[in-house]
């Protein structure tokens, strides 16, 4: 019989339900490609009377009992927040469990304690759903210094800017729908406000310093005050308003631009992100695909979950 790795997940939500169901439909091109079988073991939320699809074999809301249950070999943090998920990750780390994790609130608030925490720690679904940026990034700063990001790394803004230039929506109505369709909060502060665009600027300016660099420092500005009327003027001169991430030689800056209609952000549109990346050897490179979304980010999950493996069968 082939080997199997047991996950605990904390959260069920879009994306921990998202990833049981890809466990479910693909597990078993996991165990084809490392020879290891994933299966869910159980998964920690808030109430366990509601009904989940697919429904995980325990359902429990004692999220220590998920962390340290021993069928668990690898936890899974979906559920978000900076506690008591910090609590469980380090509970996680401490027992010598992987954690993969797709908050990149906590990531960006606690990097420096995280990296030096020890243990095995994966972050690849918080930053920029599906695509695979950190793995990318993490190889990219051995092999040159990296002078310059600038991305879109928030699908909800994408989306609302987007419906204002092409649907001629106004901000308000472009957020109703984004909300309708379940791209934004009721609460969408986080995002229309670029803390979450911070967030994930934070996270990828610290891979590349190999330092850890703080929210706070980030020069950031949402979409909240960008008006039809800005859009147009913007689109009449040939230009683009994009909610913009940059890091520029140690500068981060999130904010409303108004880009040239070549340039390689301007035409990516709805809830896609994208990062074009900049270095001296490697010229320019651009990365583009899905930002969110539960089975989108449940991909760059699954890829975590395939380098614990093989790290493992390496040991
Ligand atoms: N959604 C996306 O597209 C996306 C993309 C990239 C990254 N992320 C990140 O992924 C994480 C999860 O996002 P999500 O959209 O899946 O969130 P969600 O749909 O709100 O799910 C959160 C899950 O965590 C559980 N939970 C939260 N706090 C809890 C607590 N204190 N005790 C017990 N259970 C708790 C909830 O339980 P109940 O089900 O009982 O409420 C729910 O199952 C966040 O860090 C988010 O930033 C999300």
């Known amino acids: 019989m082939g080997k199997e790795i047991g996950i605990g997940l904390l959260g069920y939500g879009t994306v921990g339900a998202a990833v ?141 800017l987007t419906q204002m230039r092409h649907a001629g929506k106004t901000y308000d109505e472009a957020l109703a729908e984004a909300q309708a369709l379940g791209y934004a909060e009721a609460e969408p502060s986080s995002d229309v406000e670029g803390w979450d665009a911070a967030y994930k600027l934070v996270i990828l300016a610290s891979m590349i310093e190999g330092d850890a660099r703080l929210v706070g420092e980030v020069d950031r500005d949402g979409i909240t005050l960008v008006s039809q009327e800005n859009i147009q003027k913007a689109s009449a001169a040939g230009r683009t308003i994009k909610l913009v991430a940059q890091y520029e030689r140690g500068d981060l800056t999130v904010g409303p631009v108004a880009l040239e209609s070549d340039h390689p952000l301007a035409s990516v549109d709805g809830v896609e992100n994208a990062l074009v990346i900049e270095g001296p050897a490697l010229g320019r490179l651009m990365l583009r695909g899905a930002g969110a979304g539960g089975l989108a980010t449940a991909t760059s999950v699954l890829s975590d979950l395939i380098r614990v493996i093989r790290r493992r069968s390496e040991q």
């Open 20 to 160: 049981a169901q890809m466990v479910q439909d693909h597990g078993f091109r996991i165990a084809t490609e490392t020879g290891t079988l994933p299966l869910i073991r159980v998964a920690g939320v808030r109430d366990t009377s509601r009904h989940r699809d697919p429904m995980p074999p325990v359902l429990t809301s004692n999220l220590l009992e998920v962390v340290e249950a021993p069928e668990v070999d690898v936890v899974i943090e979906v559920m978000g927040g900076m506690n008591p998920a910090g609590a469980l990750i380090r509970k996680a780390l401490q027992l010598g469990k992987p954690v993969i994790t797709a908050n990149k609130m906590l990531m960006a608030e606690q990097w420096a304690d995280l990296m030096e925490f020890g243990g095995e720690l994966h972050f690849e679904a918080a930053v920029a759903g599906a695509i695979p940026i950190v793995e990318t990034l993490s190889t990219l700063v051995a092999t040159q210094p990296i002078t310059r990001i600038e991305a879109i790394l928030n699908g909800t803004t994408n989306y609302i």
